[in-house]
Nanobody, 122 residues
């Protein structure tokens, strides 16, 4: 019904930058909010950043001032700009979206992407 496709992960040196992208497709009537979460080995999944359809953003404490989330509503796409990367930012980054879909009824559907690996290392 709704799919999220992420891109942009990879290997980067400490202090470097990356940009992640996530595009939603499918039977989408509206997207309420999109965001990024991450999960490092042996740790729980945590919020990185989220953005509502009206533009309000929210950031996890660990990334405030270093990461920036933005979106292009016309493309159903959310971006995450990562700056001043640290080894502790190494994780699988997952895109998340709360969508409104219309088929036999109007439903709110939460969707996850498959994840993209970000590795920060020399």
């Amino acid at each position: 019904q709704v799919q999220l496709v992420e891109s942009g992960g990879g290997l980067v040196q400490p202090g470097g930058s990356l940009r992640l992208s996530c595009t939603a497709s499918g039977r989408i009537f509206k997207i309420n909010n999109m965001g990024w979460y991450r999960q490092a080995p042996g740790k729980e999944r945590e919020l990185v950043a989220s953005i509502k359809s009206g533009g309000r953003t929210n950031y996890g404490d660990a990334v405030k001032g270093r990461f920036t989330i933005s979106s292009d509503n016309s493309k159903n796409t959310v971006y995450l700009q990562l700056h001043t990367l640290k080894p502790e930012d190494t994780a699988v980054y997952y895109c998340n979206a709360e969508t409104v879909v219309v088929d036999t009824a109007i439903r709110i559907l939460e969707v996850w992407g498959q994840g993209t690996l970000v590795t920060v290392s020399l």
